[in-house]
C-alpha cells in the first residue's frame, strides 16, 4: 500500500471504544455512540443551543472554496484517505474506519448546526418497503424482490434562514357570476367575472426556511421529505457525524439567500390572497422588504437507498429525523394498462346509465 503524502498531512476525528479499541459510531436509537464490536456505548456533550446568525456577518465573511482534495492517514489501518472539497465525513475504503474533519478544517463558512439521525437503519429500510409497495403500479416483481444495494446515511448541508417581512402590494382580483341573457331559442346562460383592485400591506414572520446547500441534491427532492422535528435540531458537533458520510456546501450563501427570499415571496403571495374570496387572479405585485435576516448552516440526516430493477437504479430518500420516504419507482405498463381499461369501462357503462336513463 503506498502512504506516500502528495499533500499535507491533516487531522480527523475518530473515538476508541474504551473496552475494546474498535471504532465507534454514532447510534441513533441511543442518540449516543456505540461500538459495533462490543457494542459498548458513550455518551457525548450535546447542546440544542443552535443559534441563529446575521446574514450579514456570511456576507462579510466571505467563502474560500477550492475544489482540492485534502490527504490523511487512517489511524486504524495506516492507509491514505482522500476526502474531496465537498465531503465532511466518509469512511477508509480498507477498514470502513470514520474519518470527521474537525471543524477547525473547514473552509470559509462552518456549519453550526445539525440535525441527528432518529431513525435507524432498520426502521428506514422497512419504511422504504412499505413505500414501494403502497406505489400502485410498480411492478409485482420488484415489490417482492425489493434489496437494497447501497444503502447509506449522509449529512446534507442546508441553510435555514428567518427573515421579518413587510410588503406592500396591489392587485386585480374577480369573481365568476353567471347571468341568463337572450329569450326564445337564444334563452342561454353565460359566465361573466367582476373584477375588483386590491391593495395594502402585510407583514409577517418567517422560521427555519430551509434552502438546499448542495449542488448534487435538488431542492424538489428536499422538498418532499421535509419537514424536520424543529426540537431535535442541535449544535453542531463532531460526534454526530461518526459512521456516516457527510457533505459541506459547494453553493454560496449568497445564492442560497436568493432562493430564500424566492420562496419566501410566493409564500407571501399565498398568504396575501388567502384574505381575499377570488375566483381568478389577473395580476398581483407585490414589495417586500426583509428585515433582521438570520440563518442557520445546517447538516440534515438522510438515507440514499439505490436499487436495480432491469438494469436500472432507482433511489429511494428517507428523512433520517422523520422517517418520510420519497423516490421514484418502475412502472408496469401492464398495470396501466389494466388501469386505463377500467377507467374506460366505466366511463362506457356511465355512458349507458345516462343514455337509457332518459
Not at 110 to 130: I, Q
Not at 162 to 177: A, P
Not at 346 to 352: D, N, Q
Amino acid at each position: 500500500m503506498d502512504n506516500d503524502f502528495t499533500k499535507d498531512q491533516r487531522e480527523t476525528v475518530t473515538v476508541k471504544c474504551d473496552s475494546c479499541g474498535g471504532n465507534m459510531v454514532f447510534d441513533p436509537a441511543t442518540q449516543m455512540l456505540k461500538c459495533p464490536h462490543c457494542e459498548s456505548v458513550k455518551d457525548f456533550e450535546k447542546s440544542s443551543n443552535a443559534q441563529e446568525i446575521d446574514i450579514l456577518t456570511a456576507f462579510s465573511q466571505g467563502e474560500e472554496w477550492k475544489d482540492e482534495s485534502s490527504v490523511y492517514r487512517c489511524e486504524n489501518c495506516g492507509a491514505v484517505v482522500v476526502l474531496k472539497a465537498g465531503e465532511t465525513a466518509t469512511l477508509c475504503p480498507y477498514c470502513q474506519t470514520s474519518h470527521v474533519v474537525k471543524s477547525s478544517e473547514f473552509a470559509g463558512l462552518k456549519p453550526n448546526a445539525l440535525y441527528p439521525f432518529t431513525v435507524t437503519t432498520e426502521t428506514a429500510r422497512d419504511s422504504v418497503k412499505k413505500y414501494v409497495k403502497s406505489r400502485l403500479f410498480a411492478p409485482k416483481k420488484f415489490k417482492k424482490n425489493l434489496v437494497a444495494d447501497n444503502f447509506k446515511g449522509v449529512y446534507q448541508p442546508c441553510f435555514t434562514f428567518d427573515s421579518h417581512t413587510q410588503s406592500s402590494y396591489v392587485g386585480r382580483i374577480g369573481n365568476r357570476h353567471t347571468r341568463t341573457v337572450g329569450s326564445g331559442k337564444n334563452r342561454r346562460t353565460e359566465t361573466y367575472i367582476v373584477w375588483r383592485t386590491i391593495s395594502g400591506s402585510y407583514s409577517d414572520f418567517f422560521n427555519d426556511v430551509m434552502i438546499n446547500g448542495d449542488t448534487a441534491y435538488s431542492q424538489k427532492t428536499l422538498d418532499k421529505i421535509l419537514p424536520y422535528n424543529e426540537r431535535d435540531i442541535k449544535e453542531y458537533a463532531n460526534d454526530y457525524l461518526t459512521g456516516y458520510m457527510a457533505k459541506r456546501s459547494d453553493r454560496q450563501i449568497e445564492d442560497c439567500w436568493n432562493d430564500g427570499k424566492a420562496e419566501i415571496d410566493k409564500l407571501i403571495r399565498s398568504r396575501i390572497l388567502a384574505q381575499y374570496i377570488y375566483d381568478v387572479v389577473d395580476y398581483l405585485n407585490v414589495s417586500t422588504t426583509h428585515n433582521n435576516v438570520t440563518y442557520k448552516y445546517v447538516l440534515i440526516p438522510i438515507y440514499l437507498l439505490n436499487y436495480k430493477y432491469n438494469k436500472k437504479l432507482y433511489t429511494m430518500h428517507v428523512n433520517g429525523n422523520t422517517g418520510k420516504v420519497t423516490g421514484k419507482t418502475p412502472v408496469s405498463p401492464w398495470k396501466v394498462l389494466l388501469a386505463v381499461g377500467i377507467g374506460l369501462a366505466i366511463c362506457f357503462l356511465i355512458g349507458l346509465a345516462f343514455m337509457y336513463g332518459e
